[in-house]
């Protein structure tokens, strides 16, 4: 079976740090593009950040661009979103998300979120 | 930025209807790269269309989509109980990826 595993959101103060972690089982995580997309309290859908296979490339939203950075760990099979100079609009169930082998696929798979309250 | 705007923002039916949710972008949205997603309460979303008519694994055949350019629409043929829920649009194919605000289905 596929599947998404978050962890790591929780309460943090304004200006402070949060590492998000995301566990993949069931597929050949090395082989596909991944997301972050989140979504703050009783608000849609937002794009967060995405990577590539290797990590070699990624984008993000420009509202996070220079505080968020998306890495991933093949061996772990692991998705990582590190969040600094966090803000109270950062306050968020963040998803991870499954892609495909194109950066232009939609998202076949989301996990169950974690929840960041700055 | 593309920006993909749903209506209508509450759509209120009876199981049994049918239903039409529309999207519509600011820019034209290639057909290869259009999703919609529904999320049920407390839930991630799910996947249920793809490259604006294809549906996803195991989505029933009652929800097909639709559209070209910059005017997209997802119909739910004959609502059932377990479709009531919040659906989004979502283009993939221009970074920033962008969502639509949302239409609830509500029971009437």
């Known amino acids: 079976e596929v599947q998404l595993v978050e962890s790591g959101g929780g309460l943090v103060q304004r200006g402070g740090s949060l590492r998000l972690s995301c566990v993949a089982s069931?597929?050949?995580?090395?082989?596909?593009?991944m997301s972050w997309v989140r979504q703050a309290p009783g608000s849609g859908l937002e794009w967060v950040a995405n990577?590539?296979?290797?990590?070699?490339?990624?984008y993000s939203v420009d509202s996070v661009k220079g505080r968020f950075t998306i890495s991933r760990d093949n061996a772990k099979n692991s998705l990582y979103l590190q969040m600094n100079g966090l803000r109270a609009e950062d306050t968020a169930v963040y998803y991870c998300?499954?892609?495909?082998?194109?950066?232009?696929?939609?998202?076949?798979?989301w996990g169950q979120g974690t929840m960041v309250n700055v | 930025e593309i920006v993909l705007t749903q209506s209508p923002g509450t759509l209120s039916l009876s199981p049994g209807e049918g239903a039409i949710l529309s999207c519509r972008a600011s820019?034209?949205?290639?057909?290869?790269?259009l999703a919609w997603y529904q999320q049920l309460p407390g839930q991630a979303p799910r996947l249920l269309i793809y490259?604006?008519?294809n549906r996803a694994t195991a989505i029933p055949d009652r929800f097909s989509g639709s559209g070209s350019g910059t005017d997209f629409t997802l119909t739910i043929s004959r609502l059932e109980p377990e479709d009531f829920a919040v659906y989004y649009c979502?283009?993939?194919?221009?970074?920033?990826?962008?969502f639509g605000g949302g239409t609830k289905v509500e029971i009437k």
């Open positions: 979502q283009q993939y194919g221009t970074s920033p990826l962008t």
């Open positions: 069931g597929f050949t995580f090395s082989s596909y593009w």
């Open positions: 820019q034209t949205v290639s057909t290869s790269y």
């Open positions: 990577i590539n296979q290797d990590g070699s490339e990624n």
């Open positions: 998300c499954l892609g495909g082998i194109s950066r232009r696929d939609a998202f076949d798979i």
């Open positions: 490259a604006t008519s």
